[in-house]
């Protein structure tokens, strides 16, 4: 609740969830394999979500029947979605979005699936990150008509706050080849922010990746995996296209306390001039923390 202003002011949100919403028959479980209530898309639909990415590298953990399960939920909440699929006919045709016209397309992919084939005949089912495949799903989305694209990409290396330098081959290589932002997800901990131009033909083209926004919400405790960052992206159209014309971001931490016999989450924001008007009541060890996960 103290970061759903955050969320739902922007024009349009996006999320990556990674676990599956396959229903109590699945049993309801943490790591290694995920397991949440589909109440969880009822309450991100509340909080002002509009489109989910579920291809990262728990996309299989409840399997087949678990994608199906968690994109009938999805559906069930109002929220769009991409990176899984329950047949091919839903895989073909790229995701856009028209906000305030202008045109989004969005693709997401995975670079694993923790070693959980993907079912035989059902090769469809999970985005798993090629760069000829997202080259080839930018290019049909310009096509259709998209004004910018976007890659939600499920890649890194887990922890590491710095990308690797395939990553970085990987982030420059779609970009020359049509992809305008590249938002990244699987580290668990922030990794920066860059803003570059590259060569498309004869022209020259802005783009901006973030290579990992840490974890919006866990059960992580430690250090840099605590805390991520929501990102703003402010995007222009005029007569040349459409570009992001500014990047911001909010810090936020989760509060894990005890509340009778359950722990308790909370995300809060973190930062100076927004944390006090949370309602929340901290302790100084949470405010010396949220301090921290500012600076």
């Not at 016209?101 to 798993?128: C, D, H, M, Q, W």
């Amino acid at each position: 609740a103290p970061i759903v202003p955050y969320i739902s002011s922007p024009d349009y949100t996006v999320a990556n969830l990674e676990t599956r919403l396959a229903g109590a028959s699945k049993g309801y479980c943490g790591y290694p394999l995920f397991n949440t209530p589909a109440d969880l898309a009822h309450h991100l639909r509340e909080a002002g979500i509009d489109l989910l990415a579920t291809a990262n590298n728990h996309s299989l953990d409840m399997g087949w029947d678990g994608i199906v399960h968690t994109l009938d939920n999805i559906d069930a909440a109002g929220i769009a979605h991409i990176g899984t699929y329950r047949s091919p006919a839903e895989k073909k045709r790229p995701f856009i979005a028209n906000v305030n016209g202008v045109k989004l397309a969005f693709l997401n992919y995975t670079a694993s699936t923790n070693g959980i084939p993907v079912p035989p005949g059902r090769e469809f089912a999970v985005n798993i990150l090629e760069p000829s495949a997202a080259v080839a799903e930018a290019e049909a989305a310009r096509k259709m008509g998209a004004d910018l694209v976007i890659a939600v990409l499920h890649f890194g290396v887990e922890y590491q706050r710095q990308p690797g330098e395939e990553q970085r081959h990987l982030v420059r290589e779609l970009c020359a080849r049509g992809v305008d932002v590249i938002i990244g997800s699987h580290p668990h901990v922030v990794q920066p922010i860059e803003r570059f131009t590259v060569q498309r033909g004869n022209k020259a083209y802005p783009c901006v990746v973030a290579y990992s926004l840490g974890n919006f919400i866990s059960n992580q405790r430690w250090r840099y995996s605590d805390s991520g960052i929501i990102l703003y992206l402010e995007i222009e159209q005029n007569a040349r296209g459409a570009f992001v014309r500014s990047v911001r971001y909010l810090p936020v931490w989760v509060q894990k306390k005890t509340g009778g016999a359950r722990w308790q989450y909370r995300v809060l924001p973190a930062h100076p001039a927004v944390a006090a008007s949370t309602g929340t009541d901290l302790a100084p060890a949470e405010r010396r923390r949220l301090a921290q996960v500012w600076e």
